[in-house]
């Protein structure tokens, strides 16, 4: 006799929550680096992704982070302006301030490719556009 679907669950049914996050768009600015006191190396920086036509702002900018070494050394080649992609997961910060608790999502990438360098007209002045890289 077999058992039913709901007795022996197979690992292959589509999960009931996920947190993936798939985004495509430019480097707003140059990231920043900070060495945590784990002795982890975080490189922050934002990405610009197009909103769809007809809605009021036209871009998003959304905070992202890794502490992983691919990603780390695949940003650090980039230019502003280069088309990003990259994958992860959506991370809440909390933090203390003065004034009390604060909290802020951001991305914490897991894979990042640099797609196209900026164009010559989209670049700032003095930085040579990024090198194509995966993680």
Not at 14 to 42: C, H, I, M, Y
Not at 111 to 126: E, I, M
Request: with cysteine; glycine share 8%; proline share 9%.
């Amino acid at each position: 006799m077999t058992k039913s679907a709901t007795e022996n669950p197979t690992t292959d049914a589509p999960p009931t929550n996920a947190n993936q996050v798939f985004l495509r768009g430019r480097l707003a600015a140059e990231p920043d680096t900070k060495d945590l006191p784990s002795g982890d190396v975080l490189m922050a920086f934002r990405l610009t992704v197009p909103r769809p036509p007809g809605d009021r702002a036209r871009v998003d900018s959304i905070e992202c982070a890794t502490v992983r070494a691919r990603p780390r050394r695949t940003l650090a080649r980039a230019a502003i302006g280069d088309e990003i992609e990259v994958t992860g997961r959506l991370h809440r910060r909390f933090w203390r301030t003065p004034h009390g608790a604060a909290s802020r999502y951001a991305v914490d990438v897991e894979t990042l490719r640099v797609l196209r360098g900026a164009t010559a007209s989209s670049r700032p002045q003095g930085r040579s556009p990024g090198r194509q890289g995966d993680a």
